[in-house]
């Protein structure tokens, strides 16, 4: 399998997986133009979309993508019906479209019924974590959110991280102005630096990586706990993600 990432709008990615049939499915196509453009150009044969979430920059290619394959499945959650869903899938389901298998997963927090879908090694994890940071919380509580961290945190080191936004940038300076001395978190976000200075992207990231350099994956983590125990002294790691949380939503 093939992983291709389509930019669309000013920061978002719509992910494709192609097969050598060149097959392919499609994950959170916003606006239909940049993937029927890829689809021309490299011959490929969509089977089915899958929708993480029902906002639009997810969702609204989906219309004019079934009218030019009306055969295509769609699968999603039941927050997002009316976007064009064929198939409403919840935690715990297994998708299988051709030789690929997805298994769901419930990530509430940036919405309420928003979901993962997991295909070893890929997981299409829409606004619910990005490199160096986590989605904002629109609908869900911090406590939804940590508990969706932390079972995108309980897969595998090689889990390839397809977040659906290059917000990596502007969450490594938040890093770095909590802790300032991390060598992992000041080498990423440099290296982050050279590569959007280029205008090239920083996903996907592998979640071995993430976990050394992103704040919300690490409020147990003794140097993060030291920092946040300055200003107050939060004993749960879920209090110290909502801290963090807080704390981001004002960063500027």
Not at 11 to 33: F, H, K, M, Q, T
Not at 151 to 179: Q, R, W
Request: net charge negative.
């Amino acid at each position: 399998m093939n992983l291709i990432s389509i930019p669309a709008f000013q920061d978002n990615y719509i992910w494709v997986l192609v097969d050598d049939d060149r097959r392919c499915v499609i994950v959170d196509p916003g606006e239909s133009a940049p993937v029927l453009r890829a689809i021309k150009e490299n011959d490929w044969q969509p089977e089915a979309i899958l929708l993480t979430h029902h906002h639009n920059d997810h969702t609204g290619g989906v219309p004019e993508l079934h009218a030019h394959f009306p055969h295509l499945a769609v699968y999603g959650p039941a927050e997002a019906q009316d976007k064009g869903i064929t198939h409403v899938v919840e935690e715990g389901e297994n998708i299988l479209i051709r030789e690929w298998e997805f298994s769901v997963f419930a990530t509430p927090g940036h919405t309420l019924g928003h979901l993962c879908f997991y295909s070893k090694p890929y997981l299409f994890c829409g606004d619910t974590l990005f490199s160096g940071g986590c989605g904002r919380l629109f609908e869900g509580t911090p406590a939804q959110m940590y508990q969706s961290l932390q079972k995108i945190n309980s897969l595998p080191d090689d889990t390839v991280i397809c977040c659906a936004h290059e917000y990596t940038l502007g969450n490594m300076k938040f890093a770095v102005s909590l802790l300032p001395e991390d060598r992992a978190i000041q080498d990423y976000y440099h290296k982050v630096k050279e590569l959007r200075a280029k205008n090239q992207k920083t996903l996907p990231v592998i979640l071995k990586n993430e976990r050394q350099i992103n704040l919300f994956l690490r409020t147990d983590d003794t140097d993060l706990i030291n920092k946040i125990n300055q200003e107050t002294n939060l004993q749960q790691p879920e209090q110290r993600f909502a801290w963090l949380r807080s704390k981001k939503d004002n960063f500027r």
